[in-house]
C-alpha cells in the first residue's frame, strides 16, 4: 500500500536536490517532460548516471541524471502474471508477454499492463492507475533494425494532507494516519508517449543510431493544501485550495554515429552526434488562499471549499529548447590504459511567460570531458575524471533579464575492482563538485519580489564505497556507504559556510538475501534490508534553521521458487515500526513515513 502519489519526480543525488520541475531525467537518453511521471510498468530497467553527464544530456545538474530504458520486444517468447496484495488495501494486477512472431525472430512484439487500487496509510488517500505499453521491433535485412515502444497511463488519487512542522524541532503530536487538510474530488494525470530507435550498420564496426520521442500528457491538482498555522498550540491551521491544470508536451531526437578504428596498434572507440528537443508547457487556474481553517488534533472534514471546476484561463506557460552536437573518442594509447576525451556544444532557449509578457534568453555553452582508466590487474581498475555542466535559469534579475545558466564541474578519482571469480564487484570513488553561477536572492527586492543574481557557489566534497554480487551460490549483497561535506562557498545573503538543503552528510544501505540451493526447502529464500538517510537541512530561509535526522529502517523479505515458473514473495516494511518523516517542512510539506506494512506477491511465468 502507497502513500498516495504525486504528479512529479524529485531526487537528489551526490547532495544536489534534482527536481523533476527542471527536467533532469531521461528516457533512453533523451529529454522527457519535467512533469512526465513514467511509472515502472512501462521500463525495462532504471540507470543511475553520477556526476556531471552534459556529455549526452545536454543541459544537466553537476549531480548527475536518471536513465529510464523502456520496455522493448525480444526474440526469445516470455511473459508472465503477477498479482499483490497488501496493506492499506492494496491490490495490484500486472501482465508481461512478448517474442517472435516468426521462427527467425525478424518481426518481433510485446504487450504489457497493470492496474492498481490501493489506499493508504494516511486517510482519504486512496489512488488508481494503470498503465498500457506496446513494443514492436523488428530487422529489415541484416544492416537494419528498429524498435519502437508505445505507452499510455492514467493516474487517480486524493492529493494533499501534508503539514509543517517547527523549526525548533516540533513535530504535532497527531496520528501517522491523519490527513491535514480537506478531502476534494481526486487529482488526475494522464500521460502518453512514443520512443523509436532505428540502427543501420554503416560498415563492418560502424553504426548509424537514430532516436525520437513524443510525449503528451496534462496533470490536473485539485487539492487543499497547508498555508500557515493559526494557533499551534492548539492545533489550529488555515488551508489553500488548489485547482490548477498543467499541460504539456516534448520532443526530442538524438542522432549519433559510433565505431572503431586501429590505433597504436589497439581499437579505439569514436562517436559524434548531434542531438534536439523542445518542450512546452501551459499552467491554467491556481491557488486560493486560506479558504478554511482545520484543527488537526480534533478534525472536521465536513467544511465546503466548492467545487472545483475544469479551469480555463492561463496563468502561466514555459517553453523550453535546444539542440547540440558532441564527439567522444576512447584512445588506448597501451595495453590496459585508456583515455577518454569528448566535448559538447549546446544552444539552449528558454522562454517563460504568457504571450503579452513572455520573457526570453537563449544561452550557448561548451562542456567537456576527460578521464583515464588503468587496469592494474585483471581484476582491478583505477580512474580519474574531470566533467563539466551547465543549467539554464528561469530566474529575472532586478534588470528584467533573466538570469545566466548555473555552470559547475566535477573532478572524481576512484577505483573498481571484481572479486571472488568476478562474483563480487566493489568500487570507491572521491570526488569534488563546485556549482557556480547558482541564483540568490538580491537584496534589493522590493516587497513581494522575488529578483536574483547568478553568483552563489557550492562545493560538494564526497567519498563512496559499493559492494554487489553474490559471494557464493544463494546469497545476494548489495550495500553502499556515502559521506559527503556540501558547503554553501559563496552567496550574497549571509548563508555562505552553511550545508545546502537536502545534502545528507551520511547514506547508507544494505541489502542481503539467501535462497536455499538444495534438499526439500530448495528454492525458499529471506533477506533484509537496512537504509539509513542520514541527517540533512530541509529547505528553510534563512538557510540551516533546523535538521532533520531519520531512524535507520529495517524491511524483511520472505519468498519461494521451489515451483517451476512461480515465484512467490512477502516483503514486510519498516518492521519495527519507526515513526518518521519522509519530508520535513517548515512550509507545510511535512508527511510521515511508511509505518509497519507488508505486500504479498504471486508470480507466473510462461
Known amino acids: 500500500g502507497g502513500g498516495g502519489n504525486s504528479l512529479g519526480v524529485e531526487y537528489n543525488i551526490r547532495g544536489i536536490y534534482e527536481s523533476g520541475q527542471l527536467n533532469y531525467r531521461r528516457v533512453n537518453g533523451m529529454r522527457t517532460h519535467n512533469r512526465a511521471s513514467i511509472d515502472l510498468a512501462a521500463l525495462e530497467r532504471v540507470e543511475v548516471i553520477r556526476g556531471p553527464a552534459s556529455m549526452f544530456g545536454g543541459a544537466v545538474p553537476p549531480g548527475g541524471i536518471i536513465n529510464l530504458i523502456p520496455k522493448r520486444a525480444s526474440e526469445r517468447f516470455q511473459g508472465s502474471v503477477t498479482a499483490r496484495v497488501g496493506s492499506h488495501d492494496a491490490k495490484v494486477i500486472e501482465g508481461d508477454m512478448g517474442g517472435a512472431f516468426a521462427g527467425d525472430g525478424a518481426l518481433r ?66 496520528p501517522r494516519s491523519r490527513f491535514v487538510g480537506l478531502p476534494t474530488p481526486r487529482s488526475e494525470g494522464e500521460l502518453g508517449w512514443v520512443d523509436a530507435e532505428v540502427r543501420q550498420v554503416l560498415a563492418p564496426g560502424w553504426t548509424l543510431t537514430a532516436r525520437g520521442r513524443y510525449e503528451e500528457g496534462f496533470n490536473a491538482q ?5 498555508s500557515r498555522y493559526a494557533d499551534r498550540p492548539a492545533g489550529i491551521v488555515m488551508l489553500n485550495k488548489l485547482n490548477r491544470r498543467y499541460s504539456y508536451d516534448l520532443i526530442a531526437t538524438d542522432v549519433f554515429v559510433s565505431g572503431a578504428v586501429p590505433l597504436f596498434g589497439l581499437t579505439s572507440d569514436l562517436l559524434l552526434g548531434a542531438d534536439y528537443f523542445d518542450n512546452d508547457e501551459t499552467v491554467r487556474g491556481g491557488r486560493i488562499s486560506n479558504v478554511a481553517t482545520l484543527d488537526i488534533f480534533n478534525p472536521d472534514y465536513s467544511t465546503d471549499i466548492g467545487a472545483s471546476p475544469d479551469p480555463v484561463a492561463a496563468t502561466y506557460a514555459s517553453s523550453r529548447s535546444g539542440w547540440g552536437i558532441y564527439g567522444q573518442a576512447i584512445i588506448r594509447p597501451v595495453d590496459r590504459l585508456a583515455l577518454h576525451l569528448g566535448g559538447r556544444y549546446d544552444w539552449a532557449r528558454v522562454d517563460v511567460g504568457l504571450r ?55 573532478v572524481e578519482a576512484g577505483l573498481k575492482a571484481s572479486l571472488v571469480d568476478d562474483r563480487l564487484n566493489m568500487s570507491i570513488a572521491a570526488y569534488r563538485m563546485v556549482r557556480r553561477n547558482i541564483a540568490t536572492y538580491d537584496p534589493r527586492s522590493g516587497t513581494g519580489e522575488l529578483f536574483v543574481i547568478p553568483i552563489g557557489e557550492q562545493v560538494h566534497k564526497g567519498l563512496e564505497v559499493e559492494i554487489v554480487g553474490s559471494p557464493v551460490p544463494g546469497l545476494q549483497l548489495v550495500a553502499s556507504v556515502a559521506y559527503q561535506d556540501a558547503l554553501i562557498t559563496r552567496n550574497n545573503d549571509g548563508m555562505v559556510g552553511t550545508v545546502p538543503y537536502d545534502a545528507q552528510e551520511f547514506t547508507g544501505s544494505f541489502l542481503a538475501t539467501y535462497e536455499l540451493q538444495s534438499g526439500p526447502l530448495k528454492g525458499l529464500g529471506f533477506g533484509g534490508s ?64 511508511r509505518p509497519r506494512s507488508a505486500i504479498l506477491s504471486v508470480t507466473r511465468r510462461f
Open 222 to 226: 485539485r487539492a487543499t493544501e497547508f
Open 530 to 593: 537496512v537504509r539509513d538517510l542520514g541527517k540533512y537541512y530541509p529547505y528553510t530561509a534563512p538557510q540551516n534553521l533546523f535538521s532533520y535526522n531519520p531512524p535507520p529502517i529495517v524491511d524483511a523479505q520472505l519468498f519461494y521458487r521451489g515451483l517451476d515458473k512461480w515465484d512467490v514473495r512477502l516483503n514486510v516494511f519498516n518492521i519495527f515500526d519507526e515513526r518518521y518523516l519522509s519530508a520535513a517542512s517548515i512550509y507545510g510539506a511535512s508527511t510521515f513515513g
Open 356 to 410: 503579452a509578457a513572455a520573457r526570453h534568453q537563449e544561452h550557448k555553452s561548451f562542456t567537456g570531458r576527460a578521464s583515464l582508466t588503468y587496469q592494474i590487474t585483471g581484476n582491478l581498475t583505477a580512474y580519474a575524471t574531470y566533467n563539466e555542466s551547465f543549467i539554464p535559469s528561469s530566474g529575472t534579475t532586478i534588470d528584467g533579464d533573466m538570469v545566466k545558466p548555473e555552470t559547475g564541474y566535477q
Open 109 to 174: 512484439g510485446r504487450l504489457s499492463a497493470k492496474y492498481v487500487d490501493e489506499g493508504s496509510w494516511i486517510d482519504f488517500r486512496e489512488s488508481n492507475l494503470w498503465v498500457a505499453t506496446a513494443a514492436l521491433g523488428a530487422d529489415l535485412g541484416s544492416t537494419t533494425s528498429f524498435d519502437v515502444t508505445s505507452s499510455f497511463q492514467r493516474r487517480t488519487f486524493l492529493e494533499g494532507g501534508s503539514f509543517a512542522i517547527g523549526a525548533d524541532g516540533w513535530i504535532p503530536a497527531i
